[in-house]
Structure formats: structure tokens, C-alpha cells
């Protein structure tokens, strides 16, 4: 028993290899070879138009692919395979959205437990109990029976995360989550966001705040026209980029 | 004028109430108050049914209910009630009351006119709820029930109370297959007064009016419960805006 435990301990979490998705001849993206480790973050960038939504709407299977495959932990998501098996494995993919997508007729602290009770079967005071604790630890503990309409951009996206996190996934997908916000609340979302990463959260979040990828992220994955050009920890990849589209992007972002 | 029309409600009050009952049929106005509930709860549930099948990724199920939605909505209301009159009995030998006959082509067409309203507020409502739902692991089912129709039905009060009012118009139409409703009965004080049509549809159109204004009323109230319930309700996450009420009424 433990040592099959170590063993997937080394495992990768999240492995896609030779993905390909086109719109009709418009080919999105080619050949995505890429892994993620258990408790790696991994920030993708590139200019826009690039792939990155579609690659990491592809991870829970917001988006179908045309071949190649993506596994979570050995288990190939693209795989025919029923919804309800479906469902499953993205309960255990956490998604925060760039428009956060709360649900507007719920409470925040509905929002939060829903899923775990009409999911999972949580039984709906425990999933109540945990909703707080969660809204707790991203600063909202005195928002619980607000309305999502009644929030800011940041508690919004705040309480996406805590959403996300209410279904306990061993991994979190952001994407862009905070190119909706005004420029003052982008900071109290990349703290929740920085928490989560030192915690040990497995993470890939699409976004352009290079000071997050730069201090945060363990990998930075840079893509242009659907591939992967490079791979990189951010203090190489900022210092000394190979790719000379990557030196571009950069040099753009100092203007 | 006006003592005639108090004349024909203090000689036919209880003829235009409830019919020949007890001595023929239940009519009158009960009837007409029993067919319009009938068919609003009926064509209520059956219209967010063929919403969902139109919007089914299997053609199997999706094909046959949007040829019906448009066969249904492409023809007159009148020539549906004739054509299950005449042409059911002719089928099947039963012998339908018309009853029944006017209450299940009103929840066929209301079902379907009413399933392109619920549809459009499902579309409306965007992807990203739906994304949000899947991504947090609902079935397809599940989200539809918890998350995208609550707030597309909400969204679409307006525009459902109007179909409401037209069913509960439209039930008039029975006349034609001798459904004993109000105006069945209206006609029929109409046919022994002879000379006071007037005075006797007068009094049809007053209660029609008051049974569909109290039906928006009722809606309206709800709809700003909820509301205020969802005070705050805008922005990014809510896509949709609110009709403003006021457009119930101009349907009237």
C-alpha cells in the first residue's frame, strides 16, 4: 500500500501529450506535449489569440479535442468514457473563469456548497459549515448571504475560488482570472491565488500578470500559434528567453 | 345602459357562474376558470420539456419536437380545436368530450409557443453558467435544473405571463366545439335577449379583463419578491437584463 502511494506521489498529475484540436482548417493547437507535477504551478503565457484559453479549457474537457490525450492522474480525460464518469473527473479539476460565472440566484454561501451537496451528496449542513470556512479563508466570511450581484469584481472571483475549492479537487485551472477586474482588486485575488500555491495546490493558470508568474509559478509555459515554444522556471524564462518569439512577447510587455 | 347590464347580471348571474349545472354540464365562468388552470399547469411543465428536447444533442429527440413546435405555431389556433374535433373521433372511434378535446390542443399550442419562450431564456443566458456547472461536475440534467432554469425562467416571467393571459383567452375559442365556458354562456343569454348584445358581451369582456389583470398582478408581485430576494442582481455574471414589467401589461 505505501509504497504504491510513493509511487503516484512521483507520478505527474497532469500529462497531455501530442493534443491536437482544430476549427475546421483552423488548426488551435498542434501537437501540445507538456507535463504538470503534483503541487507544480505552472503559469501559461503568450499573446492573445495564442491558445492558451483552448488549451486550458481542454483540461476538464470544457473543450473536445481532436487527438493526442491529456491524463489526470493516469486517466485520460478524453476518453470515451459516461457523463457521470465525466462528471466525476471534472469535480476534481477545479475551474475559476475569467467572468467568474457565479450563479446570480444563489448566495455566496450557496454558491459554494451547492455542488458538494447536489455533486457529491454532501450532506447540506456540513457542506454549509465547509462553505463558510472557505469563504473564511478568502476573506468573505461577512459576504455568506450576500448576493454575487451585490459583490465587486475581486469578491466575486474570490468566491469562484472558494467555489471551486468547496469540491476538494487536487488540482486548480485559472483562466485569466483577473483580466475582468479593475487594475485595485487584481492584488487581493492573486493573494488567495499565491495562498493556494503555497499550500501545495497544483496549478495552471493562463494570465498576463507577469509579477505573479514571476514569483509564484515553478514553470512558465510559453505558446504562440498553438504550440508550446518553450518551457521555462520564470527567472530564466524573464532573463534569458531562447525562443525568439518569446524575446519578443517580452520585450513588448516592457514597453 | 348601465340597468340593463345590472338587469342581465341580476337574471343570468348564476347561468354565466356555473352553466346548466346541476342540472347539464358544468360551465360559465367555474368552467372557463377550470380550463385556463388546466391548461397553464399542463402546458407549463410540457413547454420546458420540449424547450429541453429542442435543445437536445440527439437529433432523434430534438428533429420530431421542432418539426411539432413549428407545425404547431405555423397554424391558427381555431383549425387545431376543429381538426382534434372532427378528425379524433373519426381516428379512434372514442367519443372525446369536447372538454377534453379544447383542453389538450390549448396545452399542445400554448406547450409549444410557451417552449420557444423558455428555450430562448435558456440561450440567452449564455454558456458560462453552463460552463461553470459542468466544470463543477453537474450532469447536464442537474445544472438545467438547479442552475440554468431558475434564472432563465426568471428572466422570461414576462414574456410566460403573456402566454399565460393568451391561454386563458384563448379558451373562448371552445365556443366553436360547444365547450359550455363563459362565453358560451354569454351567447347563449345573448340568444334569449336578442336585442342587447352589447350589454351581454360587455359583461364577457369585463370579466376576461379582470381575470387576466389579476393574473399579471399576481405575476408581478411574484416576480418583485424575487427580486428583491436577488437584490443587486447585475453585472458580469448576470448577462441577461430584467424586462421591465410594465411590457406584461401592454400585452394585455
Known amino acids: 500500500m505505501s509504497t504504491s502511494a510513493a509511487e503516484i506521489q512521483q507520478v505527474q498529475t497532469i500529462r497531455l501529450s501530442d493534443v491536437c484540436k482544430s476549427y475546421g482548417d483552423y488548426a488551435v493547437l498542434k501537437n501540445i506535449e507538456a507535463e504538470v507535477a503534483r503541487g507544480e504551478v505552472v503559469v501559461i503565457c503568450g499573446p492573445s489569440g495564442s491558445g492558451k484559453s483552448t488549451l486550458i479549457r481542454t483540461i476538464n474537457r470544457l473543450e473536445e479535442i481532436n487527438s493526442g490525450s491529456i491524463t489526470l492522474d493516469g486517466q485520460n480525460i478524453h476518453a470515451a468514457m459516461r457523463t457521470r464518469e465525466l462528471n466525476l473527473l471534472r469535480s476534481r479539476i477545479g475551474f475559476v473563469f475569467q467572468n467568474f460565472n457565479l450563479f446570480p440566484h444563489l448566495s455566496v454561501v450557496e454558491n459554494v456548497s451547492m455542488s458538494p451537496i447536489r455533486v457529491k451528496g454532501v450532506a447540506a449542513d456540513v457542506a454549509h459549515d465547509k462553505a463558510l470556512k472557505l469563504l473564511d479563508r478568502v476573506g468573505l466570511a461577512d459576504k455568506a448571504r450576500a448576493y454575487p450581484g451585490q459583490l465587486s469584481g475581486g469578491q466575486q472571483q474570490r468566491v469562484a475560488i472558494a467555489r471551486a475549492l468547496a469540491m476538494e479537487p487536487p488540482v486548480m485551472l485559472f483562466d485569466e482570472p483577473t483580466s475582468a477586474l479593475d487594475p485595485e482588486m487584481v492584488g487581493e485575488v492573486l493573494a488567495v491565488m499565491k495562498s493556494l500555491a503555497s499550500e501545495g495546490m497544483t496549478m495552471i493558470c493562463v494570465t498576463h500578470e507577469m509579477g505573479f508568474a514571476r514569483d509564484v509559478a515553478d514553470r512558465i509555459w510559453f505558446i504562440d500559434a498553438g504550440q508550446i515554444l518553450e518551457t521555462a522556471p520564470p527567472e530564466e524564462f524573464f532573463k534569458t528567453p531562447r525562443h525568439p518569439r518569446a524575446q519578443r512577447f517580452l520585450a513588448d510587455l516592457r514597453h | ?252
Open chain 2, 1 to 252: 345602459m348601465i340597468h340593463d347590464i345590472i338587469a342581465i347580471i341580476q337574471d343570468y348571474w348564476l347561468l354565466l357562474l356555473i352553466g346548466q349545472y346541476p342540472n347539464g354540464p358544468l360551465g360559465g365562468l367555474a368552467n372557463t376558470l377550470i380550463l385556463s388552470a388546466l391548461s397553464i399547469a399542463l402546458a407549463f411543465p410540457v413547454s420546458i420539456m420540449l424547450a429541453l428536447a429542442r435543445l437536445s444533442k440527439w437529433r432523434l429527440l430534438r428533429w420530431p419536437v421542432t418539426a411539432l413546435v413549428y407545425i404547431t405555431r405555423g397554424v391558427p389556433l381555431l383549425m387545431l380545436i376543429l381538426w382534434s374535433y372532427f378528425l379524433v373521433p373519426l381516428w379512434t372511434g372514442a367519443d372525446v368530450p369536447s372538454f377534453v378535446t379544447m383542453l389538450t390542443t390549448l396545452v399542445v399550442y400554448q406547450g409549444a409557443f410557451l417552449s420557444e419562450v423558455v428555450r430562448a431564456g435558456i440561450v440567452a443566458l449564455g454558456s458560462g453558467q453552463m460552463d461553470a456547472a459542468r466544470a463543477l461536475g453537474h450532469s447536464s440534467l442537474g445544472a438545467m435544473r438547479f442552475i440554468i432554469l431558475p434564472q432563465a425562467l426568471y428572466n422570461m416571467i414576462p414574456s410566460i405571463i403573456s402566454t399565460f393571459v393568451s391561454t386563458i383567452k384563448d379558451t373562448t375559442l371552445g365556443y366553436v366545439i360547444n365547450v359550455p365556458d363563459l362565453t358560451f354562456a354569454a351567447s347563449q343569454v345573448n340568444n334569449q335577449l336578442l336585442t342587447q348584445p352589447f350589454q351581454v358581451f360587455f359583461i364577457l369582456a369585463v370579466v376576461y379583463y379582470a381575470i387576466c389583470w389579476s393574473l399579471t398582478h399576481v405575476a408581478n408581485i411574484v416576480e418583485r419578491r424575487i427580486t428583491r430576494r436577488r437584490a443587486g442582481l447585475s453585472g458580469g455574471a448576470a448577462p441577461v437584463e430584467l424586462v421591465p414589467a410594465k411590457i406584461i401589461s401592454e400585452q394585455l
